[in-house]
């Protein structure tokens, strides 16, 4: 039994809010059960200096979480003059799942910045980050595209991403806290539609057999699929 | 004329959403027209170091920006590896202000960390700060006391903050950003119901009369009026 | 009683001391009774970025304390790798109050830049680097006037300032360390003359009337006299 | 066809020269084919603070490219003042891998750093420190065995690790540097014997099917199995 | 001839002024010509960490240099956030001259921070620290010793020291900054009477034989017999 | 008697292989005793900035320890955030050592950057970069001179670095670890053939007199007419 009651299967309730702050070009806030995570997309008209020349566009992310969005707050880590290394880990996924969604032929010598910033910690927030990320990317691209400043369109299936893993030796998807602090092993898959973006199946401690994460990508490859229902109906 | 059609001394609606989160000791969302601020206190059962052994509590407070909270994309500080400082200046505003209207020994031998974070910028998000943290404060010090932990109630009438100053030549009160990125002086008020916490005039680039700051002072005085009331409503 | 046996409107003894070092455009060494301060202002030819092209100069300072300029040492602040969130403040305070005081466009696409530091600490090292660095600065102007570099005086009547207090309950001019540690209330107050640039009242731990507020700025006008007079004598 | 002409499954030359610097408890010199890594593990007797009075030990890992290991100079990190994001997480997952394959109970209240510093680099250097790093613990381990300082044996089946790909359309083991850059999809698998630890797999601007990931998986089983016999016989 | 029109073995006018800050309890303003260095001794009763219980005291030195001391104005490091390698190279110098100089027997378990803080430059900042600090130094201990806190005295001949160097093929002592950034070969010489503590002989670009070396060794031993003779009359 | 059973003048074998690494354009790995050092010389096409123009090339280095060199480990410099001091002074110190043996007309407008790491220390590490340094940059510069790129020969007689110190009261050539910590004198020298570059003495709370200087010198050149033979041996 999980400690929230639901089935093995059972993602948390997911609700996307658009348009939440009036000055970024993409914005929303998506709340995956009780982790809450504040989306937005900010357009620069340049390319970063590696790319000038090119004719390609870039996305890329960053990701912190409010002090308190954690059951005991957190050092913030503007005062401790560096990000985390969880923190950085976390932004290099979220920026390099992102890019695997764009024609950045399409996008054109431009950079899109997707900040994830967690306002309520509840387990999964980097899949929730991806997720809402996404969300956000596509309003901003949408503004292009309305612009005339962006002609094809550079995004297709949406990129979602959802946690699944073996709790008290249950396959179980979408874990909350209480879950992630104790199951053995947990995966992070991010995908598009059908198609595999980034795999992380990690064991703390522990080790998994290949039929244990056979299991985990059936159970992933469901929530994505509710996902991107939910992600396509806050852009529509 | 103001940009935003109000009266010269009248406020932006105010708004003040309390239990925001479910981790934090007591929180708020407060909304002064388009400024938005997340505001949580953490409890913390030890002192600074500093004040072991006084019987001595401790109110101190971090303040951040989203990066995109503001009309352009800001560095994230935690990226830039340390605070500017304006965000010191601030933060040290707000510590000194709270702790103003605290009676430490009442509080006893524990440290209050309020954390301000602006999830959305228009002028004013120091005075949004305080008056914000003010109620985060204000419902963690509930939270002792109803678990009997303080037994004297330490906070006495609340501790509100809201800028004057002269825009076009008019005395306005509670600037919104493009009333403030043009105003020749401005002036932050702290005060605690009629008494004073913190003046803070400043003229950037310009100087200004003895006069000019005494109806400066008489705007603050009703705006903290009307301030201190939506508090004491938040936290009935 | 006041520790130092002054009257309550009595200032310390004033001194500037010009032209303390050969490499500075200005120069001065303000001694305000033990609190000494040098100030150096150090003239570029060009503006910082943000200004190239606008025809505007710029003011600049920087504030530090040597590490044995206090009562017991303090650790320098070049070996904790970070200038502490006082210094930030005050050198941001420096700086705007002397811009203040400066006509931008007459001063031309340069930076002058004023540093202040403190060789002994006896309370107001602020106040009297903002009246040094105004000494140091006339200095670096004029010999940019008599070069021929700058037609029109950039500069007009001196910028001073002055702290003030309640200290055991009475007000008091230009508070020492031994007044300042006891202080309930305390503000500086920067002017120009008998206008004002910047007025910072704090009461740490306390709340203050408006009364006392005006009571403390009458005597902030006696002391400002004084030490605009002795910046005009300094440089004559 | 590969740029190095290997076979579509074949691994490059491995070899695992231990006890290569005389101060460390564990040390090897790990060549897969051009890159060479030097792992050493360092015993502490306390173990981390966090663990004190558990009875658990703690593995953990650091990772480090000479500056010019690469083709090209890279910017030393001690220089530029902290670790890049890339080093952060390598170090991470070399950590957390080496952690799965300890029993922290037998080792007891103490801790082993594995370093892993690469000498020259060809692509792989995670998965060579990963497999370095684990002889070098072996070795550290035998020691305390030896001195009866650890009783039950910590370690069981070796932690290997290997990269495998999608280079030119076409699924390979053990990317050099030439395919490791051109690869549409790679992944990193890191097993002890037929058990899985951590699985990495990532498209950098693309996308793969579960097909696909089925095949490399099956790649990773055999290279695992080679790296395995290298290391037992490299500590035997 | 040298710029100054000095003689070859002529040091610059020498002064030594004590007691020049009421905080510290030892000090002196050493002018050696035009370069200037504010000298501090500060007294901790406390051992750093790594003597606790040794019986043995500790004497550090700290090197700044205020921004405006030189020609053209240099970043400050607090700014910076961190100090220069030379600062760092220069500070370990002067406390490893002074630690060479004292009995840390006889000193005790205690700490002594000499800060030497350059308010102006013109060659040789390093000697004057070094000379400078010993006063500050003697001063401290006398202090000690007054009190009865130290018994024996610790300190014995005077750590003093003088660049010496080949300007225009000719060797010359006590080099101004006009020689020092023309001389092809300089030396630092620390000395105690007529024993030697550091050499440090660099040609930038060039190089020296052993005959040249001799000959500046001699003039070093003619400007210590000086300083030491300056050093005693003010510390009388 | 020396703890390693060296006469007094009798260095540890000392072995130079080049070529260790595919990438740089000069490399080697020399040992002297346990002390091993990974050289590599790095060319890059264009000087430092401020020799742009000039003509003139430069020559610059970089030196690390790896974590487990030492008998304990060390932090490693990367996650501390910064070089240490020592550090610091020693790649100075190689830097200035290899420039002064440069003809830096002769090498052009470019930049060789020589990075030193010690794989195993065992004392005189920087004695051995500077030694091993100077091979990697006689490669590089070969490379450029084979190329065409570089017609006349920049550099000369090699440039060679040795300790010398009083160890148990003698006077001793190459201190090993065991006599580096215990030498109450110690030295370092630079040399390049008969002439000197670098004479570095330091007596670590003690002195010297002038004569042991003489002898320490004497001993040094005996050990840099080694280090040069087998220097040329190396790059033959």
Known sequence: MRPSGRALDEMRPVSIETGVTK??????????????????????????????????GWVTAEYGMLPR?????????ATAGKQGGRTVEIQRLIGRSLRAGVDRVALGERQITVDCDVLQADGGTRC?????????????????????????????VPVSAV????????P??????????????DGNFVMSGERMIEVQMSAEGATFSRTEMETLLGLAEKGVAELSAAQLAAVA
Not at 163 to 170: F, K, N, R, V
């Open 163 to 170: 946690s699944c893993g073996l709790y008290a030796g249950q």
């Open 172 to 185: 179980v998807l979408d874990l909350d806290y209480p879950e992630d602090s104790e199951a053995g092993v």
């Open 23 to 56: 000055h970024a070009e993409g914005s929303c806030l998506i709340r995956v059960g009780d982790t809450h995570v504040l989306c937005t997309a900010s357009i620069e008209d340049r390319p970063p200096p590696f790319l000038k020349g090119t004719g390609l």
């Open 128 to 156: 929730a980050s991806i997720t809402g990320g996404w969300v956000a990317l596509r309003l901003a691209v949408n503004a292009l595209m309305k612009a005339g400043d962006v002609r094809t369109n550079p995004l297709g």
């Open 69 to 77: 969005s954690t059951g005991s707050r957190m050092r913030r880590e």
